[in-house]
């Protein structure tokens, strides 16, 4: 497939492991950022494949896993509601409340679609207008823009029955929560491609001056993440640290800039708290003043729901790389994909669900 | 419900108690189908026979074995490129029959109808049932309507039945796959599964795919005029390669082994794939079998579906191991190694 194959081909990335081994000298701990790096480097085996040396510590880049309980029980309680049509992207569904799920609350009646869009749920509120349409607004940066055009377009059109439950989450910020950790063992990043396609690279380099730490933004193919790595350990040998652009292809230096204006537009920038790792300030975007009416935590009064999560489940660790996910004591025992009890063993960027699905039998091996 | 279960007295390893209520991954194939099958029916029914689950049951009767099953066909929209749900309902119990090695004879079908379905539909549709009986060789012989209030269903539901003979001597079953056996798959996979997924509402991506559904058996008595060294078939239906693979390896206790180079994906399901965030091997089929076959007859077999005209594409994607018993791995394009699991109930597209 064009612009696919060409990115998995054994013999390349055969060089490539090879230039990795030749140039490796030392230990190095470097974190994948985003779930869809982790999905890829699990599925292909690349970690295997790797110097013993190269440590890779899977980030906290899977927006799926990095919602907290507490706003799924909130979106469950709205899911609930017999008045609302409630829309997501297909892998929140499994995701466990506190003591449910999507799945579950469809079972018993709610109205629950998938979505491939933001704005089919728009759509759907436009059809239906004796229905409340809520769309279930989270990911990191790369989502953010069409859940933002939804909402520009949900007001171009009138819609009073369509609101979101927002909860996006920014890179840079849990990349200085990262270096900041004093437990934190990361010496360099594989920052997420498709975030800075939108964001640009202009956010990381102040990162780089400040934690002396080698940032190289990559893409996602089997070719792309050997080649981030490989610059990042060039960078670690030589002492170096910089901010690199190793997925050139899709990111440039200022990236989307009509996307940033419609973002800047929509959302502004707020404390959030991430599952599993706490409150990281002015680390997510919620609905500016303007658009405030579309959000549906106040257009329901779910304000008020609490949750703690769960104490067995050490998904938190996973997401700031402190733990991989088969040495937490649950894996693939009490936490399954069938059961899982942290997101991180739900969504197929999760951590957890990309080492029981595709690492389980070499780690049991191992 | 006069007939009250008792939910405390299921005897199971997995308890279905975290959904108390039907959700719609116990129809996806997964795991939840499976544990729906072993925790609730099978202490229910208390059949040997059914302990099997096989694609279809082999039962003896007068001195025959017969090869019996049944199939209930609730797609959505009806009409899909290259078919309808007619044909599917015709050709998935005529391969789930096929599967046993037994040529399909005699075939029931039972319709539930919704109140406002338009007879013209209905029409087409039985005529395509009896268009795809006949290219079958098979017989609808029985059959049963019921009509619900309208809301109440999609249109139509069928149901269909059936049994065939199975020839004397023959033992096949996903039970009986050894270690060192080829696996072989007979053409492109995840043609099924996105044709139907390119029409559904609200994702029409128009992918130039049409359904691969077709009737088995003629390919499968092609296999068995060649050699009788085949130990298990199976129609990788809901649930793709990868769970019927996974079936196998479990009710075998062999470990199988895959190669995802060799994996026959056409271009258009791995574009779809690629944009939807699923894998090709969890995508349904509905005219593609897989043959697990003593290694020294795998090139006669191969030989002999690729000289059928539902064969041609027929290729060796991997082997029956004796290690790792019960579990199904993946050689990745790379070099590296990853389990395939079965996935636990329906394939979620991704976020991002």
Redesign the interface.
Known sequence: ?KY?DEF?D?EL??RLFDDIRRITTRPWAIMEVCG?QTHSI????????LPDQIELIHGPGC??CVTPLELIDKALAIAARPDVTFCS??????VPGSSQDL??I???GGDIR???SPL?AVKIAQQRPERQVVFFG???E??APANAMAILQAERLGLTNFSMLVSHVLVPPAISAIMESPVSRVQGFLAAG?VCSVMGTHQYGPLVARYHVPIVVTGFE?LDVLEGIRRTVAQLEAGEARLDNAYARAVSAPGNLPAQKVLAEVFEVTDRTWRGIGMIPQSGWRLSARFRPFDAEDRFNVGHIRTEESSLCRSGEVLQGLIKPNQCPAFGKECT???PLGATMV???GACAAY???????HVDA | MSNVLDFEGWVCPAPLRDYPNIVMGHGGGGKLSSELVENLFLPAFQSATLEQLGDSAVVEAGGARLAFSTDSFVVRPLFFPGGNIGDLAVNGTVNDIAMSGAQPLYMSAGFILEEGMPIRQLAAIAQSMGAAARAAGVTLVTGDTKVVDRGHGDGVYITTSGFGVVPAGLRIGPGQARPGDVVIVSGDIGVHGMAILSVREGLEFGAPLETDCAPLNGLVEAMLARTQAIHALRDPTRGGVASALNEIAIASQVGVRIIERDLPVPQAVRAACEILGLDPLYVANEGKLLAFVARDDADALLEAMRAHPLGRGATIIGEATAEHPGMVVARTGIGGTRVVDTQVGEQLPRIC
Do not use: C, W
């Open positions: 497939m696919l998995r054994p990335a055969g869809g699990i599925r292909n085996g690349i970690d295997q494949l927006p799926v992207f297909g892998d929140m569904l499994r799945f579950k469809k079972s018993e998938i979505v491939y089919d989270i990911g990191f790369t989502t498709h089997p994909p069938r059961m969504s197929s960027e029981y699905q595709y690492g389980r039998f070499v």
